[in-house]
C-alpha cells in the first residue's frame, strides 16, 4: 500500500495508482484522477459512465470490463473511446475510485 495527496488529503493507492480504500473516493477526489487520467472537464455524460462502473462494481465485485459497459450498461463503446480516450476500461475504474480491471494491463 501506497499513500497519495490528492487535494490535500492522503488517499490510500495501490502500487499502480488504483484507490484501495473505496470510502476515501468522492466526487471531488474523481474530478482530480479524471484530470490526471487526462480527462480535463468531468460532463455529465463522464459522470454517467463513472456512476455505472461504481454502481456495477457494488454488484458484480469487479470493475466493468467495456463489453460489460456496452452490454450491461448501454454504452456505446466508440463514445466511450471518446470520453476517455487511450484506455477507457482502466481509466474509467481509476477514476470512479475502483480497481483496474482484470482484462486491463
Known amino acids: 500500500m501506497h499513500t497519495n495527496t490528492f487535494l490535500g488529503r492522503p488517499v490510500e493507492v495501490d502500487d499502480e495508482g488504483f484507490l484501495t480504500r473505496p470510502e476515501q473516493w468522492d466526487a471531488d477526489l474523481a474530478a482530480e484522477l479524471g484530470r490526471i487520467a487526462g480527462v480535463d472537464e468531468m460532463t455529465a455524460e463522464h459522470w454517467r459512465v ?7 462494481f457494488d454488484t458484480t465485485g ?3 470490463t467495456l463489453r460489460r459497459m456496452q452490454k450491461a450498461g ?4 466508440k463514445r ?3 470520453l476517455f480516450p487511450g484506455k477507457p476500461a482502466k481509466k474509467i475504474a481509476y477514476i470512479a ?3 483496474k480491471p482484470r482484462a486491463c494491463v
Open 97 to 99: 475510485g475502483r480497481p
Open 62 to 64: 469487479e470493475a466493468p
Open 50 to 56: 463513472v456512476h455505472f462502473a461504481r454502481s456495477d
Open 80 to 82: 466511450i473511446f471518446a
Open 74 to 77: 448501454g454504452f456505446d463503446i
